[in-house]
């Protein structure tokens, strides 16, 4: 019985490598959108795609991010400015990428812009610390998708949201992880809307990588504990701050800067004929992350507070 049950699950394995690696004919000819490529994996997957020959629109925040990234690739490669939070602003580019693809269609639209800050423990924040966050994890990726549809459509193409390990596990305080946990679930109810169209949705799910929003994690923290309102402050107490910045820290180091993990999963996403529906990115999402996740609530709680430092007021 072990014997069969081994080879079923071999053959499954074998048929999924194989179908995995079927990809999609005239890439070269296929426009893919992508935003936030001012740095980190949306600059990274740019120059990427741009050297595997397919026509890349990049859109970035600030005008320095566009001529760099343009510097440091080909022609075909094109860029726009985009502020995500703007729905002006999504609309101009979607008038933009409309004249760049004609009536090709848009075959990949990756949701790739996001930000960190501010990342405490909720009570030290604000309504408007959330909003900030939300409006561009979570709102300007329903905002550029719901634009960019018809596009997508009519090229039977692609749309890979880049979420988190953040959008299945909790595990701190902030606008970030509930914007991730929206991102997942506009994901899901998408993909299940589009397949009779023939578009295809990803989700994409890193853990923790050196980043410039790893690192701006770090000082939001800070950031926050200078506002923090005074009963707050003194319930969790100068020990537990400092202790948790040094624990940021640690994880600041340990984070992973092999970027190409994330990239490479995107360009996967957009290229295979048969992509799957959520990657995991990074040893720590497979093997730590995502195992706790589907642990017993009170479990999943204990393995991710029981090396937290404890507040001053703490019973």
């Given at each position: 019985m072990w014997l069969y049950l081994a080879a079923l699950l071999g053959l499954y394995f074998l048929r999924r490598w194989y179908r995995e690696r079927q990809t999609v004919e005239k890439l070269t000819e296929k426009y893919v959108f992508i935003t936030g490529c001012d740095s980190g994996f949306g600059n990274l997957?740019?120059?990427?795609?741009?050297?595997?020959?397919?026509?890349?629109?990049?859109?970035?925040?600030?005008?320095?991010?566009?001529?760099?990234?343009?510097?440091?690739?080909?022609?075909?490669?094109?860029?726009?400015?985009?502020?995500?939070?703007?729905?002006?602003?999504?609309?101009?580019?979607?008038?933009?990428?409309?004249?760049?693809?004609?009536?090709?269609?848009?075959?990949?639209?990756?949701?790739?812009?996001?930000?960190?800050?501010?990342t405490a423990p909720n009570e030290w924040l604000k309504k408007g610390d959330f909003e900030n966050v939300i409006h561009v994890n979570l709102l300007g990726v329903i905002d550029v998708t719901l634009h960019m549809l018809p596009l997508v459509r009519t090229a039977r193409g692609r749309v890979v949201n880049v979420a988190s390990v953040m959008g299945r596990l909790a595990s701190f305080g902030g606008g970030y992880c509930p914007s991730k946990y929206g991102v997942e679930a506009f994901s899901d109810s998408l993909r299940r809307e589009l397949f009779p169209f023939g578009v295809q949705v990803s989700i994409i799910e890193p853990?923790?990588?050196?980043?410039?929003?790893?690192?701006?994690?770090?000082?939001?923290?800070?950031?926050?504990?200078?506002?923090?309102?005074?009963?707050?402050?003194?319930?969790?107490?100068?020990?537990?701050?400092?202790?948790?910045?040094?624990?940021?820290?640690?994880?600041?180091?340990?984070?992973?800067?092999?970027?190409?993990?994330?990239?490479?999963?995107?360009?996967?996403?957009?290229?295979s004929c048969h992509p799957r529906t959520r990657y995991s990115a990074g040893w720590d999402a497979k093997l730590f992350y995502l195992p706790v996740s589907y642990l017993p609530t009170s479990l999943a709680d204990y393995v991710l507070t029981r090396s937290l430092p404890r507040p001053a007021q703490a019973v």
């Open positions: 997957l740019a120059r990427q795609l741009d050297t595997q020959g397919m026509q890349v629109l990049a859109a970035c925040l600030t005008q320095k991010g566009a001529e760099e990234l343009e510097k440091a690739t080909s022609g075909r490669l094109k860029t726009t400015i985009l502020d995500v939070t703007s729905t002006e602003s999504v609309a101009t580019a979607m008038e933009w990428v409309k004249g760049c693809v004609g009536d090709k269609g848009l075959w990949g639209l990756v949701n790739n812009a996001g930000v960190a800050f501010a853990g923790n990588f050196s980043t410039p929003i790893a690192q701006k994690i770090r000082e939001s923290f800070k950031a926050a504990w200078s506002r923090a309102p005074s009963d707050a402050g003194a319930a969790y107490g100068q020990l537990y701050f400092e202790e948790f910045c040094r624990l940021l820290q640690e994880l600041g180091n340990r984070g992973c800067p092999n970027l190409h993990l994330v990239t490479d999963k995107i360009e996967h996403a957009l290229t």
